[in-house]
């Protein structure tokens, strides 16, 4: 993706804020507690936090949280929903944050939009020694014949090549994470991947799918005949045709720790 693209992508999600903040799925609990396991304390930094998604996750399993989000609609509807957390405006390329002051640095299906090489020296700047990375996403498991289909059908801007378990571990095989050009120095990526699900009518899934930023940037035209192959598609499903089902998913966790 070229860089104003990459631009035009990871800014869009402000206009859909309060549709992603009803439609988005969590993260599996076992995954969140995989990505924190090395961390030396409790004070966790949740970076381009969205609408809050992960950032409820961590305070359900106690962390210390600070969650930091540039967009202004999306951090409206993070401190709409989480009230008592604490929420700042802010960039992974400008944390808001002192030096060494959290133990874990946590993205959301938002580590890939990062200018890893502005965002890797200030990440390795607000971490304490020992402190961990981590990127989390929520793919869908096209291992299951009717996500493969779903995934055929809605096209690249509806089911992106990371949003997949083989895209996932593609796209992440050689990812950027702060190597080089840091003062610090972190130690191997370690990956694994977590069951996750979420439960969805055809409805609600197509209102999950309009929420993705290949689906934000399109002409309306174009997005909406998405949309209606989509719609055609799960009405054709037995397992999606009727009422609630649940959509396979794995939660994918990368990270590395800051040596």
């Known amino acids: ?7 035009s992508h990871r800014s ?5 804020a309060a549709a992603y903040a009803e439609h988005r799925p969590d993260y599996a609990r076992t995954a969140v507690r995989w990505a924190l396991e090395p961390a030396p304390g409790p004070r966790v930094l949740d970076l381009g936090a969205g609408t809050g998604k992960l950032t409820a996750t ?7 949280v600070t969650a930091v989000e540039p967009d202004p609609a999306m951090l409206t509807e993070l401190r709409r929903a989480l009230p008592a957390a604490r929420a700042l405006p ?3 390329e400008a944390i808001p944050l002192p030096d060494a002051s959290v133990d874990a640095v946590l993205a959301g299906n938002a580590l890939h939009w990062f200018d ?3 965002a890797g020296p200030e990440i390795a700047r607000v971490l304490a020694p020992g402190g961990i990375l981590a990127g989390l996403w929520n793919v869908m498991d096209d291992r299951i014949d009717w996500v493969a289909g779903l995934a055929r059908v809605g096209g690249c801007a509806a089911i992106g090549p990371r949003d997949t378990p083989t895209g996932w571990r593609a796209e992440t095989a050689d990812a950027h994470l702060p190597e080089t050009g840091v003062a610090a120095r972190f130690g191997s990526p370690e990956r694994a991947e977590f069951p996750h699900g979420q ?7 197509v ?3 309009a929420t993705r930023a290949g689906m934000l940037v399109m002409p309306e035209r174009e997005r909406e005949a998405t949309l209606g192959r989509i719609r055609a ?4 499903r037995p397992e999606t045709a009727d009422g609630e089902f649940t959509l396979p998913m794995l939660t994918a966790v990368l990270r590395v720790r800051r040596l």
């Open 207 to 209: 209102a999950t799918i």
């Open 12 to 16: 869009s999600f402000g206009t859909a």
């Open 233 to 236: 598609y799960l009405a054709s």
């Open 90 to 92: 802010g960039s992974a």
């Open 199 to 205: 439960r969805r009518t055809a409805d609600s899934l």
């Open 1 to 7: 993706m070229e860089e104003d693209e990459r631009l």
């Open 58 to 64: 961590l305070i359900a399993l106690g962390a210390d």
């Open 116 to 118: 890893m090489a502005v």
